[in-house]
């Protein structure tokens, strides 16, 4: 298994235990969302290395994505669900911000919050938020 696969791996298993809410992989936009909320984690992008040599290495930043959706109502609100979600992920990520060593370090970038109506459903109160994976390769496809 590549180390970029490991990581995001790791990283899902880790939220997947946190969190009261699932978390899918690279899921298509959900139609429902459970009462606890929704987190998609997305692969993201490794980015260019900077690359060293003798012997050759490569650092990446790779950048993770993750979407939250909590229900909103008709009436509004989900804002403090949508808090709470939030603030399980920080702990989750804290609890072990190196994935058991496979990155040296995953650091969170603030969210950006939004609202995804759907036609004939219940509005969805959504969060974006970006993680950035560091991590050292040899090869950049095993990497």
Known sequence: MSTREAILAALA???G???A???RRNAALPEKVPADGL?????GEPGEPEVTLNPRREWYRHRIEL?????????GGGEAALDGL????????????????LA???TPAAPEIGVLAIEGAVPLLTARLVLTAEYLVSD???G
Do not use: C, K, S, Y
Not at 39 to 43: A, Y
Not at 86 to 101: N, P, S, V, Y
């Open 13 to 15: 298993a880790q939220l």
């Open 39 to 43: 987190v998609i984690l997305r692969d």
């Open 140 to 142: 950049p496809l095993a």
């Open 104 to 106: 040296e370090t995953l």
């Open 67 to 75: 979407e939250l959706f909590v229900p909103q109502g008709n009436a």
């Open 17 to 19: 235990a946190a969190l």
């Open 21 to 23: 809410a699932p978390v």
């Open 86 to 101: 939030l603030g399980a992920i920080g702990a989750a990520l804290r609890a072990d911000e190196t994935l058991g060593g």
